[in-house]
């Protein structure tokens, strides 16, 4: 199940971009990036930075899961 856990992070985040995830007051990954890419015109900043933390996020428990393994 660990080593799951970035899949299942990367799909809900997928979900929230599209708007089928969470619909609760809780800010996540996708809906932080899907509020940047209304404004990327002018703000690119909003969707890079959440992209580039879930990139990050996702890769280092990836290494960290398959250190325990």
Known sequence: VALQFPQFLMFESALSFF???IQS???TWGG????GWRSI???PH???G???MLSLTVFSLQIIFEQLR
């Open 19 to 21: 708007g089928l995830g």
């Open 25 to 27: 007051s809780q800010p």
């Open 32 to 35: 932080l990036m899907q509020d």
């Open 41 to 43: 015109s002018s703000y």
């Open 46 to 48: 909003l969707i890079l």
């Open 50 to 52: 959440p992209a580039l």
